[in-house]
């Protein structure tokens, strides 16, 4: 299967702060995704992004599918931005590829 | 329109016993894929189902299997649960191949 890292692993925001998360692939993904997961963990869908930029609120995310990666842009962090965001991208067949993802952790 | 559902949503089991997980995808939905988490090999693909028919299967022994029903409702199994077997089950089901897939709340299992 095709590798997914994600940086950085962890990071720590005071509140209010900007951020910028980063998935790169191993391989070539179609219809990649971008999930949050709550603490009793749930994935969240965020974004369902092939390519381009899509934006929600205060997140937003880039796809860069001939470079193989994806940014996740969260503004203006809340505290309930905290946890861990995953991207994911399948192969040919429907079976989603998970990075390790970030731990996001917005400090009053 | 409801979300993906799953039960139960916590189970103790003891090992060498078996257990079956249900997941009932979105209504519409006809692909259901199975996802294992742990925190050391994180999300893991077990399988996925369209139609009734598994159409892709992970890394996974044996001992982990799955089936679905004609309203698309999946359910898995693992027999001889061994410890190593504890982890968030996650349930996701899709509208068609490579669409945007949408998770359920998950099963928490433990296996003592």
């Known amino acids: 299967g095709i590798q997914v890292e994600q940086s950085p692993p962890d990071l720590i925001l005071q509140e209010g702060a900007n951020s910028t998360l980063r998935c790169n692939f191993s391989?070539?993904?179609?219809?990649l995704q971008w999930f949050h997961q709550n603490p009793w963990g749930q994935l969240i869908n965020l974004f369902y992004?092939?390519?381009g930029t899509k934006q929600n609120g205060r997140l937003s995310a880039t796809t860069v599918a001939t470079e193989r990666y994806s940014l996740l842009y969260i503004s203006s962090s809340q505290t309930t931005d905290s946890g861990v965001y995953f991207c994911?991208?399948?192969?040919?067949?429907?079976?989603?590829?998970f990075g390790t993802g970030t731990r996001l952790t917005v400090i009053p | 329109k409801a979300g993906v559902t799953q039960t139960p949503r916590y189970l103790i089991k003891t090992r060498g016993q078996q257990v079956t997980l249900s997941c009932s995808p979105i209504?519409?939905?006809?692909?259901v894929s199975w996802y294992q988490q742990t925190p050391g090999q994180g999300l893991q693909f077990l399988f996925e189902?369209?139609?009734?028919?598994?159409?892709n299967k992970g890394n996974f022994p044996g001992r982990f299997s799955g089936r679905q029903f004609s309203n698309s409702r999946s359910e898995m199994n693992v027999s001889t649960l061994e410890l190593g077997d504890s982890a968030l089950y996650l349930c996701?089901?899709?509208?068609?191949?490579?669409?945007?897939?949408?998770f359920g709340p998950g099963t928490r299992l433990t296996v003592l």
């Open positions: 996701a089901s899709s509208h068609r191949t490579a669409n945007e897939q949408f």
């Open positions: 391989d070539s993904v179609n219809n």
């Open positions: 992004i092939p390519s």
């Open positions: 994911a991208g399948p192969t040919g067949a429907n079976n989603l590829f």
């Open positions: 209504s519409g939905h006809r692909s």
């Open positions: 189902y369209f139609s009734e028919t598994q159409r």
